[in-house]
């Protein structure tokens, strides 16, 4: 018999992942790529973040799509070779997918945080294995900083 709170977890992870799966789907699921459908799938918390870093195109950072870590792919390859499993952490998936199918083509994966909203939905809040959208630089001394030339990342001992 499952304790109350661990159902909880389990009806938990299960909504995010049909979220997720909703996500790539719409998105990337054909070639038809709705960037307004993607902001009903993202937090403005990464929202801000992206248009922070594309914004700019004499300097911009962000040249690729983060959710597929590239700039072309095939939709239906997507939707075929789509996989969702939850990480060791809560609210923290592995998105699995092949971009194009083709033969020794390696899985592409994306590991995504997922936040609850206050009407319990799930958002999209951080991409943990890029470096400019997994927001892991907490202080000033460590992050993406604003200067002349626009965004830089800046690693710096505290």
Same mark, same amino acid.
């Given at each position: 018999?499952?304790? +109350?709170?661990?159902? #909880?977890?389990? #009806? %938990?992870?299960? *909504?995010?992942?049909? !979220?997720?799966?909703?996500?790539?789907?719409?998105?990337?699921?054909?070639? #038809?790529?709705?960037?307004?459908?993607?902001?009903?799938?993202?937090?403005? +918390?990464? &929202?801000? +973040?992206?248009?922070?870093? !594309?914004?700019?195109?004499? /300097?911009?950072?962000?040249?690729? %799509? $983060?959710?597929?870590?590239?700039?072309?792919?095939? @939709?239906?390859?997507? =939707?075929? !070779? &789509?996989?969702?499993? $939850?990480? /060791?952490? $809560?609210?923290?998936?592995?998105?699995?997918?092949? &971009?194009?199918?083709?033969? *020794?083509?390696? $899985?592409?994966?994306? %590991?995504?945080?997922? =936040?609850? /909203?206050?009407?319990?939905?799930?958002?999209?809040? @951080?991409?943990?294995?890029?470096?400019? &959208?997994?927001?892991?630089?907490?202080?000033?001394?460590?992050?993406?900083? *604003?200067? %002349?030339?626009?965004?830089?990342?800046?690693?710096? *001992? !505290?």
């Amino acid at each position: 018999m499952h304790r +109350r709170g661990s159902l #909880n977890t389990k #009806n %938990d992870s299960e *909504k995010a992942i049909v !979220t997720l799966k909703e996500f790539y789907f719409s998105v990337y699921g054909s070639d #038809n790529n709705n960037e307004v459908l993607k902001k009903k799938f993202l937090s403005d +918390r990464i &929202l801000k +973040r992206i248009d922070s870093l !594309t914004s700019d195109e004499e /300097n911009l950072i962000l040249d690729y %799509d $983060p959710f597929i870590k590239g700039q072309d792919y095939d @939709g239906n390859i997507i =939707k075929k !070779t &789509l996989e969702i499993k $939850p990480l /060791n952490k $809560p609210n923290e998936y592995r998105v699995s997918f092949l &971009l194009f199918g083709e033969k *020794k083509e390696k $899985p592409t994966n994306i %590991d995504i945080l997922m =936040k609850e /909203n206050e009407n319990g939905d799930y958002l999209i809040d @951080g991409i943990l294995n890029d470096e400019y &959208l997994n927001f892991k630089y907490s202080n000033e001394k460590e992050g993406l900083k *604003k200067n %002349d030339e626009g965004y830089k990342l800046i690693k710096e *001992k !505290t």
